[in-house]
């Protein structure tokens, strides 16, 4: 067997726990060294419903000087907006076995606060 990373194993524990559905799915974030991307997926039909990411073109053009963190609020104000357009608005986050802060943080943080309920 492989040997996995601390982040593989948080991951794996996480989703023995987690799943989304059709009333609440799952956001998920992943997160590279430049940018952060969301997912809000329904696990039962095996679907992304929404998606979001610094790489959107919505965001894209606005981002240039912004620094990673002030991007990862961005994202996360886009995945709320484009999940309540859906009528979506209770989800399971899925921190996808990062550790909660930094820019996770900021982008569950201001999903909360564009009408996301978790």
Do not use: W
Not at 16 to 33: D, F, H, M, N, Q
């Amino acid at each position: 067997m492989a040997k996995l990373t601390s982040r593989e194993r948080r991951k794996l524990r996480i989703r023995g726990k987690i799943s989304g559905s059709p009333e609440r799915p799952r956001l998920t974030v992943y997160r590279s060294a430049r940018h952060i991307y969301a997912q809000v997926i329904d696990d039962a039909k095996g679907v992304t419903l929404a998606a979001a990411s610094t790489q959107s073109a919505d965001l894209k053009s606005t981002l240039s000087e912004d620094k990673k963190l002030d991007a990862a609020k961005k994202v996360g104000a886009l995945i709320a907006k484009i999940c309540l357009e859906r009528n979506v608005d209770k989800i399971v986050f899925d921190r996808n076995g990062y550790l909660y802060h930094g820019r996770v943080k900021a982008l569950a943080e201001a999903a909360r606060e564009a009408g996301l309920q978790f």
